[in-house]
Nanobody, 126 residues
């Protein structure tokens, strides 16, 4: 599955953004999906994961209660709604996929994904 993230930008602390990830290929419906991010000088980290049918989600503690991941199978798209953004959320955000996931599997770490696409920059000013 090929992935293209969009929706990033420059916002102020407390603002909201919604990221989108368009997936191409026939494996989207069979893929667990998620979002990762990488800040300058830091390792790529897990943000959120969602299982194949969208019934289950999992979040990093740092974003729990502020971010929401969802998916639209009709549009082959995954979303990340980000609310109450903080300067520490500044990073390049990547959409990621695991096309070998079983139905109930929810990604919980970077290692749970097989691939990711080009990222989109999110910058939160204080």
């Amino acid at each position: 599955v090929q992935l293209q993230a969009s929706g990033g930008g420059l916002v102020q602390a407390g603002d909201s953004l919604r990221l989108s990830c368009a997936a191409s290929g026939r494996t989207f419906s069979r893929s667990a999906m998620g979002w990762l991010r990488q800040a300058p000088g830091k390792e790529r980290e897990f943000v959120a994961g969602i299982n194949r049918n969208g019934a289950w989600t999992y979040y990093a503690d740092s974003v729990k209660g502020r971010f929401t991941i969802s998916r639209d199978s009709a549009k082959n798209t995954v979303y990340l709604q980000m609310n109450i953004l903080k300067p520490e959320d500044t990073a390049v955000y990547y959409c990621a996929a695991n096309p070998r996931a079983i139905l109930s599997s929810v990604p919980r770490s970077v290692a749970d994904f097989d691939s990711w696409g080009q990222g989109t920059q999110v910058t939160v000013s204080s």
